[in-house]
T-cell receptor, first 111, second 112 residues
């Protein structure tokens, strides 16, 4: 089976940098994804790492270390609108591309 | 462009009543389709997935069933709802070559 662990809550100040960690234990691995979900809304796709290293998309970056079964999402220049829950997810290598999601990290950005 | 429609947005149903939630996808062919459930303040649990018409796989035993009568239509059903069926139900799709899921706007179900 698959299991993923994330911190439950993180608080940071507007303009700062925050890192959300994710460790996983999987029976198969085909990449680590990150999703953002605002209260009451649907998750939206942020990033995907299949190989080790850093992927950058604007203010957001995601990192993966397959040997450590570890990844993180880095958010820079935090804005109030970044207050949301963030989920890491492991993709199953099968044809169905199933995603198993972590428990989620609630990010609160303050002034 | 690809879009996903999910309805209704909210639903309040009595215990023991039936359920039917529908999801349709536009702008893509032969997508993988998924039903997830999210309890309040919790992560997303995969309920069912489908790789083609009539092909349904269940991830957890439960009071729900799913069907895919058409390539871009995915339906979640129950014959008799339980209180524990309350939650936020999300439909999603993916296709080969794209790494992310696209989720529908979700249905918030409250069983009373």
């Amino acid at each position: 089976g698959q299991s993923l662990e994330q911190p439950s809550e993180v608080t940071a100040v507007e303009g700062a940098i925050v890192q959300i960690n994710c460790t996983y234990q999987t029976s198969g691995f085909y990449g680590l994804s990150w999703y953002q979900q605002h209260d009451g809304g649907a998750p939206t796709f942020l990033s995907y790492n299949a190989l080790d290293g850093l992927e950058e998309t604007g203010r957001f970056s995601s990192f993966l270390s397959r040997s450590d079964s570890y990844g993180y999402l880095l958010l820079q220049e935090l804005q109030m609108k970044d207050s949301a829950s963030y989920f890491c997810a492991v993709r199953d290598p099968g044809t169905a591309s199933k995603l198993t999601f972590g428990t989620g990290t609630r990010l609160q950005v303050t002034l | 462009s690809q879009t996903i429609h999910q309805w209704p947005a909210t639903l309040v149903q009595p215990v023991g009543s039936p359920l039917s939630l529908e999801c349709t996808v536009e702008g893509t062919s032969n997508p993988n389709l998924y039903w997830y459930r999210q309890a309040a303040g919790r992560g997303l649990q995969l309920l069912f997935y489908s790789v083609g018409i009539g092909q349904i796989s269940s991830e957890v035993p439960q009071n729900l069933s799913a069907s895919r009568p058409q390539d871009r239509q995915f339906i979640l059903s129950s014959k008799k709802l339980l209180l524990s069926d309350s939650g936020f139900y999300l439909c999603a799709w993916s296709v080969r070559g794209l790494h992310g899921y696209t989720f529908g706007s979700g249905t918030r179900l409250t069983v009373v």
